[in-house]
């Protein structure tokens, strides 16, 4: 099972909107709305900030938000604020014989 | 609150074993599948396992198939991993997390929370 492609980094300024591609494959981003996000900060323990593709969990900032189209999920980022620069993963199940698989990662970096 | 805490990293060597253990609070455990995730040095994230609520239905990697083993105690809301025949490959920060397709009675298919992670450094 390979690893989700995502870009390796995105920048943008404060104030803007980014967007963080996750591409896969039709056994998993595109079979399933089970796709999530996690943002890690150095250090860190990843934190879920999307699940099931496009909802927030309690106390997630509204500015971001999820969608998926095909095979591709997307992250937006809105407003984007110095606290965002972290690396982000996405997550999918899968159909294979591994049920899940993350994405390579994207360093987010506020100019 | 809801916390998940690692222990039982450390250095080994190559072909040897470790076992890790995962202490859940502020939340019903057993009404939780439960999942192992880790990161190597400057890496992304691989997931490695998870565990249904009594312990009826694990999944595995393929690169951790046959040598590793996941485990639960609901009695005592502990996780653990048992890895056996260790590799370099393997030297990762090991979390816990709270989640893998099941949760009390709804569909969990996400990681939340994780522990702070546990250093597993496999090395001669």
């Known amino acids: 099972q390979s690893a989700l492609t995502q870009p390796a980094s995105v920048s943008g300024s404060p104030g803007q909107s980014i967007t963080i591609s996750c591409t896969g494959t039709?056994?998993?981003?595109?079979?399933?709305?089970?796709v999530s996000w996690y943002q890690q900060h150095p250090g860190k323990a990843p934190k879920l900030i999307i699940y099931?593709?496009?909802d927030r969990p309690s106390g997630v900032s509204y500015r971001f938000s999820g969608s998926k189209s095909g095979n591709t999920a997307s992250l937006t980022i809105s407003g984007l604020q110095a606290e965002d620069e972290a690396d982000y993963y996405c997550?999918?199940?899968?159909?294979?014989?591994?049920?899940?698989?993350f994405g390579t990662g994207t360093k987010v970096t506020v100019l | 609150q809801v916390q998940l805490v690692e222990s039982g990293g450390g250095l080994v060597k190559p072909e040897g074993s470790l076992r890790l253990s995962c202490a859940a609070s502020g939340f019903t455990f057993s009404d939780y599948y439960m999942s192992w995730i880790r990161q190597a040095p400057g890496k992304g994230l691989e997931w490695i396992s998870y565990?249904?609520?009594?312990?009826?239905?694990?999944y595995y990697a393929d690169s951790v198939k046959g040598r590793f083993t996941i485990s639960r105690d609901n009695a005592k809301n502990s996780l653990y991993l048992q890895m056996n025949t260790l590799r370099a490959e393997d030297t990762a920060v090991y979390y816990c997390a709270r989640g893998g397709r099941h949760c009390g009675g709804g569909s969990c298919f996400w990681f939340d929370p994780w522990g702070q992670g546990t250093l597993v450094t496999v090395s001669s």
């Open positions: 039709s056994s998993d981003v595109g079979a399933y709305n089970y």
């Open positions: 565990i249904s609520f009594t312990g009826s239905t694990i």
């Open positions: 997550n999918s199940y899968t159909s294979s014989s591994t049920p899940y698989v």
């Open positions: 099931d593709v496009s």
